[in-house]
């Protein structure tokens, strides 16, 4: 066998070796830190800025806490439903510095933001996910989600409809928001760099991603 006939299939089993993780609280955190490969993070106005993939295996994770062993048969079939025919990303901003410099930025791009959610479809207009044919895929959903936690920023949720030649992650290309009240006017994401390397497994039914 020539040597250049395995490098394809060679290829096909690095690129999709994950590890696998079982327990779900443990996945949920994996999918918010940056060793999960599903976060890309920048520093722009004293603030942090991050985009966040969050697969379907995400929210299997998230309906099996506090489920009983009756439901957790069913729950992948349910949440692949529900979730299987969206993209889904968080866009987050927080604060990096404690300043009131800083804080003003952020509480300007809060409000901003909000300002646009209460619009006709003003948030959903100015976010573009771009396929690797250069096609945008329409944000069908963008709701803005206080930080609870911290009280330093805010997420966007974004849902977007999956097109017929962008059904997988790798087929995405960037994230560019528009007019969100940023000094620069754009935020933009490259996608080549978000690639999951875990992968959620029910016991009982299995994981997709």
């Not at 990303?89 to 959610?117: G, I, K, T």
């Not at 928001?177 to 016991?203: A, M, Q, T």
């Amino acid at each position: 066998m020539k040597p250049y006939v395995c490098i394809p299939f060679l290829l096909a089993m690095v690129l999709g070796c994950r590890e696998t993780v079982e327990d779900p609280a443990s996945y949920l955190k994996i999918c918010d830190s940056e060793k999960g490969g599903l976060v890309q993070s920048r520093f722009e106005d004293g603030a942090r800025h991050s985009l966040r993939y969050r697969p379907t295996d995400y929210f299997e994770a998230r309906s099996m806490i506090g489920s009983s062993d009756a439901e957790l048969s069913s729950i992948g079939a349910k949440t692949r439903a529900e979730f299987g025919p969206n993209f889904y990303f968080l866009f987050s901003v927080r604060l990096v510095q404690d300043s009131n410099a800083s804080w003003q930025a952020a509480r300007e791009l809060e409000m901003h933001v909000r300002a646009l959610e209460r619009s006709n479809h003003g948030m959903q207009e100015r976010i573009a996910l771009v396929d690797r044919d250069n096609d945008t895929l329409p944000c069908i959903l963008a709701v803005v989600q206080p930080d609870w936690a911290g009280h330093s920023g805010f997420d966007v949720l974004m849902v977007f409809k999956r097109g017929n030649n962008a059904r997988r992650l790798e087929d995405l290309r960037r994230m560019v928001l528009r007019d969100f009240g940023n000094r620069s006017g754009i935020i933009e994401f490259e996608l080549e760099s978000i690639r999951p390397k875990y992968r959620f497994v029910n016991r009982k039914e299995g994981g997709n991603v």
